[in-house]
């Protein structure tokens, strides 16, 4: 009797071992968290889906990433803050809310000088890109990769934008930096910065007459519910770049963080053939919803170039001569 206890007080410490090894291989796997303020559905928070399957599969458990989109742990800024202390591994977002931080980024925001998507994805993985990510990673984030945010156009819910004229006064929510704000300084609006999370309650009450984003984002967010009208005017085209906390990234073993660099490749590679075709299908939805479309004439985007010609020489005093004019040349 005594020895079938024994044996089975062996086998009970042996089960109870093997399980407190097991949570300890368990508790060995490192949990990067990731923020963005896209919503679930926007192509860039789909291709963070792919990166966490990628990232966990690849790297044989070592690694777990938590994803938090749709401003789950607080609006665009924050986000920025969170990577930048170390509190969250990265996070993706438009390159607008690092300006302040990294003036060169600016360099991206001249008005009307990318005329396709192909030429922007020519700039930003060029001579150009490299440039800028070395200086980011001066400010302690490492640039992982640049998706597709698109071609920025104007909403609104007084009236019909075909002119100049119309723009003048419009108070208009844009992203905090300073070479959108003078843009349309420079074409007669009231632009005002906002974080994304306050625009639509801004919209509905009044507080703001229009908003300007990709036609995805404005779909995506219901801005449609809000506004009557949109324009294609195209006046930016946008990155979301994805930002890791740089000591973080390089705390990991070499194996691992070349799983994350790779990971992140084919999501930003993925994310970037995916974004073209929402792009058509978000404006179609978006007049399908009642939205008026607008097509800015070739009189009117030449008014609006000319109007704008003096922000290159302000990018130029902000982000360096050198910087600007690489961008030029490139995009001649």
Known sequence: MLKKMFSRTLLCTAIATTGLIGAGIASAAQTLRIVGNFPNDHTSSVAMEQFKAEVEKNS????????????????????????????????????????????????????????????????????????????????????????????????????????????????????????????????????????????????????LDGQENPYAVTRDRNFNQVQKYVSDTGHFFDFVVVAANKKKLDGLSPEL??????????????????????????LADLQARGVQFDAVTPEFREAMKQATAGIVDTVKAKAGAELVDAVLNATR
């Open 60 to 207: 044989k458990g070592e690694l777990k990433v938590a994803v938090f989109p749709a401003m789950q742990l607080g609006g665009a800024q924050e986000n920025v803050d969170q990577v930048r202390s170390g509190a969250v591994f990265l996070t993706w977002i438009s390159t607008a809310y690092l300006s302040r931080t990294v003036p060169e980024l600016s360099v991206l925001s001249l008005p009307f000088r990318f005329e396709s998507r192909e030429q922007a994805f020519g700039v930003i993985d060029g001579p150009v890109g490299e440039q800028i990510s070395a200086k980011l990673a001066d400010k302690g984030f490492a640039a992982l990769g640049y998706m597709e945010l698109g071609s920025r156009h104007l909403t609104n819910n007084v009236r019909p934008v075909k002119s100049l004229a119309d723009l003048k006064g419009l108070k208009i929510r844009l992203q905090p930096d300073e070479t959108h704000l003078s843009t349309f300084r420079a074409m007669g609006a009231n632009p005002v910065t906002m974080d994304i999370k306050e625009v639509y309650s801004a919209l509905q009450q009044g507080v």
């Open 257 to 282: 963080r070349q799983v994350v660099i790779d990971a992140i490749g084919n999501a930003v590679a993925s994310q970037r053939a995916n974004a073209a075709s929402e792009d058509a299908k978000a």
